[in-house]
């Protein structure tokens, strides 16, 4: 089974989104298997965004994915990796469609609300930013025969 990281960016904590957002993968039906709710320090903003590093909007998305918490959540189910990025809508929300994340959360580039991974390298390059192995929980959810 496939598996993913996304975070809920400080703006999502800030305005109270986080549970509406979770929700939104609960109900598609893909497993939660890790929750993190944590303040990145510089460093580890780096580190999670170090394939952008040089780029114009770097600097200023640092100080935003540093501004406050952040809750990482991993999760588990078929093709979730570029299922969670559709759900997710275009990076700008003004470009994202109705009825994604982005597009019904999000009015600016600069807080766009949510991080996907978006590639099994990304996956396997971010998860362990947030979680070690022993973090991830296994076991058995009910409905996913039916999901
Ligand atoms: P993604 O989050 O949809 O994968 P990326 O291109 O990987 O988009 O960019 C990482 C993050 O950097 C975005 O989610 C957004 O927060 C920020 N970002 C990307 N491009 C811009 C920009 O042109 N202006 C401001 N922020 C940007
Ligand atoms: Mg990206």
């Known amino acids: 089974m496939e598996r993913t990281l996304i975070i809920l960016k400080p703006d999502t904590v800030q305005r109270g989104l986080m549970g509406r957002v979770i929700s939104r993968f609960e109900d598609r039906g893909f497993k939660i298997i890790g929750f993190k709710?944590?303040?990145?320090?510089?460093?580890?903003?780096?580190?999670?965004?170090?394939?952008?590093?040089?780029?114009?909007?770097?600097?200023?998305?640092?100080?935003?994915?540093?501004?406050?918490p952040v809750l990482a959540v991993a999760l588990e189910g078929h093709d979730v990796i570029e299922e969670v990025r559709?759900?997710?809508?275009?990076?700008?929300?003004?470009?994202?469609?109705?009825?994604?994340?982005?597009?019904?959360?999000?009015?600016?580039?600069?807080?766009?609300?949510i991080h996907g991974s978006d590639?099994?390298?990304?996956?396997e390059r971010e998860l362990p930013v947030f979680f070690s192995p022993d973090d991830l929980v296994k076991y058995d959810m009910e409905k996913s025969r039916w999901s």
């Open 37 to 68: 709710f944590a303040r990145l320090s510089t460093e580890t903003a780096e580190e999670l965004y170090a394939t952008h590093k040089g780029k114009p909007f770097y600097p200023p998305l640092i100080e935003y994915i540093t501004s406050g």
């Open 86 to 113: 559709a759900m997710m809508g275009k990076t700008n929300p003004r470009e994202a469609a109705p009825g994604s994340i982005r597009g019904d959360f999000g009015q600016r580039m600069e807080f766009n609300v």
């Open 119 to 123: 590639s099994q390298e990304s996956v």
